[in-house]
């Protein structure tokens, strides 16, 4: 094995243990906030020595806001596609709403330690929580500024009209959690109010003025 390959071999094994730390954390947070977890716990789970922790982070807070950053990066990337490949704001309306209930089923533990997280814990996560959803903002009302209807609005506005979408959608991905998986109906339901709160806000668009 030449030198590149015994190089590349390490990385991959330190990116899959540093992979299984951040795994552990999320499995034990399906029970508890993350301020009662401790750096014993977590290896334990992934099946590494504490000392080995270390070689990935720098401590439990670091680790922390790691698993705030993972838990944010791929729903990020899904909704900026969802929004670029469409081109009328309703197929953006159902074709994030879509793509926010899949995710949500798809990555339940990240959504139930953010959700956790978002008002109660450690500061810094908290911190690091509204840092990300206000990318998600930022993100949306730069998309928003290139429909045609919506290019004479001021950066506040737009601003303001992608706090109303965000918000509606983290409450929403936080309202799936708290339904029973035997209640679909309960579910469908949600997805309906949601659809129709998002395009209450589309249709009132037109008539905006700012004062």
């Known amino acids: 094995m ?9 990385r991959e094994r330190k ?13 034990l947070l399906e029970t508890r906030s993350f301020d009662g977890l401790s750096l014993r716990e977590v290896t334990r789970r992934a099946g590494v020595v504490p000392t080995a922790f270390y070689r990935h ?13 993972e838990s944010f ?7 900026r596609a969802a929004r670029r490949d469409t081109t009328s704001s309703q197929d953006v309306i159902d074709a994030s709403v879509r793509i926010l209930i899949r995710y949500v089923h798809e990555h339940r533990a990240h959504f139930h330690f953010i959700a956790r997280e978002r008002y109660s814990g450690v500061p810094a996560l908290r911190q690091a929580i509204r840092l990300e959803i206000g990318l998600l903002v930022r993100e949306l009302a730069t998309d928003l500024d290139r429909f045609p209807y919506l290019r004479e609005w001021s950066s506040d506005d737009l ?4 706090e109303l979408l ?9 309202a799936i959690l708290e339904t029973p998986p035997d209640r679909p109906e309960a579910e469908q339901e949600i997805i309906r109010t949601t659809r129709n709160q998002l395009r209450l806000v ?10």
């Open 2 to 10: 030449g030198v590149t390959s015994v190089a590349s071999a390490r």
């Open 15 to 27: 990116q899959q243990t540093r992979q299984a730390l951040l795994d552990a954390a999320l499995a």
């Open 57 to 69: 982070f720098a401590g439990m807070r670091e680790l922390g806001l790691a698993l705030v950053t």
């Open 73 to 79: 990066q791929t729903l990020r990337r899904m909704l």
């Open 159 to 162: 601003r303001m009209l992608a």
């Open 166 to 174: 965000v918000n509606t959608m983290v409450t929403t991905a936080e």
């Open 202 to 211: 589309v249709v009132g668009i037109p008539a905006w003025r700012s004062r």
